[in-house]
């Protein structure tokens, strides 16, 4: 009732979501614990864009709010059928918790008008809201406000006994029974007249009827997406989390069905849009709540409080429900979460406060929007930019890794090795290709072991991490082998899983490059180049003065060529059998530099 007041229904409506859509999520959701019905942030949109088109007072606002819960229906049975639950995967954390902290906080505003004793703006923005609360100060009425935060103290009391005391759970389930208790006794035995009541509630069960009003479905289907949206977040959350505390495992595309079943046959009997209760759902959890007969037995106490109760709920002060509503606001604002954000990571801490920020002066829609926006746009940003890294040698070992995160693996002149820790795709290739000219500069900087070489002559791309290239990353690596070629740099590949050599054998990148340039570990690529930088070293030197760097390189480079073209097949590269070079096998693997012995 306090969540139908919120969505500016009369209070039934609330009653009706808690009644049906119970027994149809019973029979086609997955969870066994999660408790559907109205929910905070659901009512709060529900009110917000119907607001916009009708008022509350006009019999089509209910019809309104009837056609909405359809259509979020149909929309996450779709999501179900094509098991496009996934898609909720790329709204972060940071983005949740700052909308459900400004959503709590503009919820709590607007319950605030049940506290003053006077009307205030409807609205998901907090600037009118506040403006409203100050431009009808004078009104203000003591009465209210006193019996609200009476029963806003005990409710919050019994939730904190709750909570941190064990034998005390059943307080925190207790607490929204007790403040209807009292206020509706208070109202009873003494008539306060600056107190309003809830009123006349219909008595019986819902009817069945057909959902009106389909001609504004279209100004609905914005606000169905983000409905759908946070409910999804909602139920499959805490869905999720209560079947790991439970040990059995929960299918996603399921519970969208079973949210999308309860919504849809809900509309048939007056529903408003519905879903998975935090609250509600850990009341049940801690209470011992094994399977779906928790939500029947729910559904059977809705039914009876329908048949028999409703008269009964008519002396339920409206500054009952709205310290209920507020008292289950009050946890949904994260600000620990904020502060670990902050200490944390200042990325997450800057999308959480963007969120909360836009949410609170924009509306919720607009909050969700940018919110999901700037969570997308990092990371298609992480995706575009990826982690790179050159790679040194650990002293005494044959391990490869990065040199920033260990200062004492060393480097080899002539040879950069580098590590690409993501996929290669088209929007990323651009990238890769600029650090790798970059390190061809600074890493020479930092080599501090083999025959000492004026510049980069070889490039060993390690290539574990990447599970996946694309046509545009294939190109990309052709590219970079001609301009490599023409400055007489060889490229050598090091362990690349089966689907991206396939990709290479198929595009003749793997002819281009050439077979014996492929290798199961960095370390064999390293001793093969280590070989050929001695040689060229030697070349040079025995060149002396009459015959050019360049004239020198160039011969060395086709020679090199020359002597690695053994043919080798894809089967062998995956497998490794051409990868020991057999002019090293009397050299010590741990041994430095790894050169060919010479007798």
Known sequence: MSYAKLAGLQPIYG??????????????????????????????????????????????????????????????????????????????????????TASAIVIGLSQAKYFLGYEIDRSSEIVPIIKSIISGADKFSWPPFVMGSIILAI????????????????????????????????????????????????????????????????????????????????????????????????????????????????????????????????????????????GVITGIVMCCALLFLTPVFEYIPLCALAAIVISAVISLVD???????????????????????????????????????????????????????????????????????????????????????????????????????????????????GPQVGRIYFVVLEMSPVTYIDTGAVQALKELHHEYKSRHIQIAISNPNRNVLLMLSKSGVVELIGKEWYFVRVHDAVQVCLQHVERIKEDHMASGSDSSPEETESSLFKSLLKQRGEDSSVAELESGTNNKPSDLKHSDPLSEPLLFQKS
């Open 335 to 449: 600000y620990e979460e904020a502060i670990f954000l902050w200490r944390v990571g200042k990325k997450d801490f800057l999308l959480w406060t963007i969120t909360a920020i836009t949410t609170l002066f924009f509306g919720i829609e607009i909050g969700v929007l940018i919110g999901v926006g700037f969570s997308l746009a990092f990371v298609i940003h992480e995706s575009a930019n990826p982690h790179i890294a050159v790679l040194g040698r650990l002293p005494g070992t044959t391990v490869y890794r990065n040199i920033q995160q260990y200062p004492e693996a060393y480097t080899y002149n002539g040879i950069v090795i580098v590590r690409i820790d993501s996929p290669i795709y088209f929007a990323n290739t651009s990238y890769i290709k600029d650090r790798l000219r970059e390190y061809e500069i600074v890493v020479d900087k930092l080599t501090r072991r």
């Open 15 to 100: 009653l009706y979501s808690g009644f049906v859509p119970i027994f149809i999520y019973a029979i086609f959701g997955s969870s066994r614990q999660i408790s559907i019905g109205p929910a905070a942030l659901t009512s709060l949109l529900v009110s917000n864009v119907l607001g916009k088109i009708v008022d509350s007072s006009d019999a089509l606002y209910t019809e309104l709010a009837i056609v909405l819960t359809l259509m979020v229906g149909i929309l996450e049975c779709i999501m179900g059928l094509l098991r496009l639950g996934w898609l909720i995967r790329f709204i972060s954390h940071s983005v949740i918790s700052g909308f459900t």
């Open 155 to 294: 409710l919050q009391t019994m939730k904190h006994l709750g909570k941190s005391r064990k034998h005390l759970k059943f307080l925190r389930a207790m607490g929204p029974l007790t403040a209807v208790i009292l206020g509706t006794s208070s109202a009873k035995i003494y008539h306060p007249s600056s107190i309003t009541l809830v009123g006349d509630i219909p008595q019986g069960l819902p009817s069945f009827s057909i959902p009106k009003g389909f001609k504004h479905a279209k100004s609905l289907i914005p606000t169905t997406l983000v409905i759908t949206g946070v409910a999804i977040l909602e139920s499959v959350g805490i869905a999720k989390a209560l079947a790991a505390k439970n040990g059995y495992e929960l299918d996603s595309n399921q519970e969208l069905f079973g949210l999308g079943a309860a919504n849809v046959l809900g509309s048939f009997f007056s529903a408003y849009p519905t879903t998975g209760s935090f609250s509600r759902s850990a009341v049940n959890h801690e209470n011992g709540a094994k399977t779906g007969l928790a």
